[in-house]
């Protein structure tokens, strides 16, 4: 029996369309387990005053991350509130948010915005030009 | 000779120097792949790769036979055909390239504000390569080197002859040693707009000896990476050009029309899908990890804790995964062999199937590439008002802000994995294809394709683990 090639790509899309449809989680606005090494950002995060903000505390010594965490993990929508300490007054740069929040020595600084746009953005000390860490910001 | 001892530091100095940018050009913004996408991508490769076989369990196909469709009716087909539209092709080209060498020497050294980086890398090395993927080989005809030699024949009415043979033996190796060190100066060069112009320079001078003493045609056939590669991608574009007339075709059937004529060829097209993963991989935290902690080691050992030293060995991982990529593809095309029983040279054998790993490099490359074009493509906007940044605004775009929130991370991940898995369903029926034209016996070509198919799935699931492994920071 001769069977038509289109059977078989048409095939193919209904296996992927099903798949898709059984692989992807059921709960929105919850991240999925990535495949990680690096401990969870939540650790160090200060209680938060809503739902839907997420506030860090960024330490830095001697133009290094001091606490540890240099990748902040939050989600599409959250309002995110950094707290800056530094031992040397500087300025830290968000990238694709394009931010900037300059602070002086031993006080403490905040950099305020909402993560409104999904993706990764690194973090550094615009005057040294050095890259300290990474905020990602997951999709709903 | 002796003057070459003086020339070394300088290259080296130049090939690793000291950072000068703590962010470099080019800065993705992407997210690591969820792991139940990475998942679905694993699963949807291989339940696709079942249901291929299944389709050429009964199968003969021993001639490529494909539909064509003549576009050469239609007004718009005919314009491509005209004389006057190469030159005008042609000229662009020039322009475009003598401008990315100037602006370089003479704008900016800032490799984000230089209109030099955007239009190279962006446009041309990434917006180019999808072009040529759609539309066929454009390069062959709008090279800017080939064009100034032809132009100058034809001007001084003399016919640049090869003075020395060019040996068979070499083939495309030097198109392949080109294309690696160019990909190192990408990788690690840390490259400034100065330097990207003043490796165009070099590359220039070595074009204009290398065609005065081995003649045009070996030279843009076997030694021009970006030829090379071009016409590598070009097999992919559902356009056919036949004895002056345009043709619709199948996209990538152009890559069954013709095998490697050289194992070369294979070498090329596997580093072009080994160096696209290393460079996604070398940017994770697992990946610099294993680099820090295995070569890292060893290099520190010999250089000590130096930027040299992890320039070094970011080099040696790039050379060692092409070594593993080739491994792969080498061993499984042993058990082929065995398998079926073939009496065929294996250099042959290895030969036919490269060009069905083609679709895979290049799901690779925009997979991991493509949202640079919508994020640091905008670039151009601004720069293109001032390249030379003299404060011109030309077209009054000098003052555009790039906008580097356009990429939806949920839009770039379902495209990244749909890219691999679209890449990987081709490859794998370009390969069943392939063997049922090399082998007489049905038998033997469905048994080939076992480990084929099993080089395949490790390709793509390699290229879905590093798209999904956390990324490194800083």
């Not at chain 1, 991240?31 to 938060?48: F, G, H, I, R, V």
């Not at chain 2, 890219?419 to 049905?442: D, E, K, P, Q, W």
């Amino acid at each position: 029996m001769k069977i038509n090639p289109a059977v078989y790509a048409v095939l193919i899309v209904i296996t992927l369309v099903c798949l898709f449809y059984f692989l992807k989680p059921k709960t929105s606005g919850k991240q999925t387990e990535l495949l990680q090494s690096t401990p969870p950002a939540d650790q160090n995060k200060t209680p938060s005053p809503k739902e839907n903000s997420k506030s860090f505390d960024l330490t830095i010594k001697d133009k290094k991350i001091g606490n540890g965490q240099d990748v902040f993990k939050v989600t599409q929508g959250d309002d995110v509130v950094i707290n800056i300490t530094s031992d040397k007054p500087e300025e830290l740069h968000l990238h694709g948010y394009d931010l900037s929040q300059e602070f002086e020595k031993d006080q403490i600084a905040q950099l305020k915005f909402n993560a409104n746009i999904s993706g990764r953005f690194s973090f550094e000390l615009e005057k040294s030009k050095v890259d300290l860490g990474a905020i990602e910001v997951s999709p709903k | 000779m002796k003057r070459a001892i003086f020339f070394w530091p300088a290259i080296f100095i130049l090939l690793f120097p000291r950072p000068s940018y703590a962010h470099a050009f080019g800065q993705l913004y992407n997210l690591p792949v969820p792991f139940w996408l990475y998942l679905y991508g694993g699963a949807g490769a291989i339940a696709a790769s079942f249901i291929i076989i299944a389709y050429f369990i009964n199968k003969t196909t021993p001639t490529l036979k494909y539909p064509t469709y003549n576009l050469s009716e239609f007004g718009f087909a005919k314009i491509p055909t005209k004389k006057s539209f190469f030159i005008v092709l042609k000229i662009i080209s020039i322009v475009l390239f003598t401008l990315t060498i100037l602006t370089g020497y003479l704008g900016t050294n800032d490799p984000r504000l230089n209109f030099n980086m955007t239009l190279f890398w962006i446009i041309f090395m990434l917006l180019f390569a999808y072009i040529t993927a759609l539309i066929g080989n454009v390069w062959s005809i709008i090279n800017p080197w080939k064009t100034t030699i032809e132009w100058l024949e034809q001007f001084v009415k003399i016919q640049i002859k090869e003075r020395i043979t060019y040996p068979n033996a070499l083939s495309y190796y030097p198109a392949l040693i080109l294309y690696f060190i160019f990909i190192l100066i990408e990788l690690v060069g840390e490259i400034t707009p100065f330097k990207l112009s003043l490796y165009l320079t070099i590359y220039t001078l070595l074009t204009f000896t290398s065609v005065f003493l081995f003649g045009k045609n070996s030279w843009f056939k076997y030694c021009d990476f970006f030829s090379v590669f071009f016409k590598i991608i070009s097999k992919i574009a559902p356009i056919e050009f036949n004895q002056g007339k345009i043709y619709l075709r199948p996209p990538f059937i152009g890559l069954l029309k013709e095998d490697a004529d050289h194992f070369s060829l294979l070498l090329f097209v596997v580093f072009m899908l080994s160096s696209t993963a290393y460079d996604g991989f070398k940017s994770t935290v697992i990946g610099a990890g294993i680099l820090t902690n295995t070569l890292g080691r060893v290099t520190s050992v010999i250089l000590g804790e130096t930027y040299l030293s992890a320039q070094v060995t970011k080099s040696l991982g790039l050379i060692i995964s092409f070594l593993m990529f080739l491994y792969v593809y080498l061993f499984l095309m042993t058990i082929a062999k065995t398998v079926t029983k073939s009496h065929f040279p294996f250099g042959k054998l290895v030969a036919k199937f490269t060009f069905s790993l083609v679709p895979i490099a290049f799901a690779y490359n925009l997979a991991h590439y493509y949202t640079l074009i919508l994020t640091e493509g905008q670039n151009m906007i601004r720069e293109i008002s001032d390249p030379f940044n003299f404060g011109w605004n030309l077209f009054h775009t000098a003052s555009y802000q790039t906008n580097y929130l356009v990429v939806n991370a949920n839009i770039a991940w379902h495209l990244q994995v749909a890219f691999i898995i679209t890449g990987h369903i081709i490859g794998v029926y370009l390969a069943h294809l392939v063997a049922l034209r090399f082998f007489t016996s049905h038998k033997k070509a469905m048994l080939s394709q076992i480990p084929m198919l099993a080089l395949m799935i490790i390709y793509t699931l390699t290229g879905l683990w590093i798209l999904a492994l956390p990324i490194l920071s800083g």
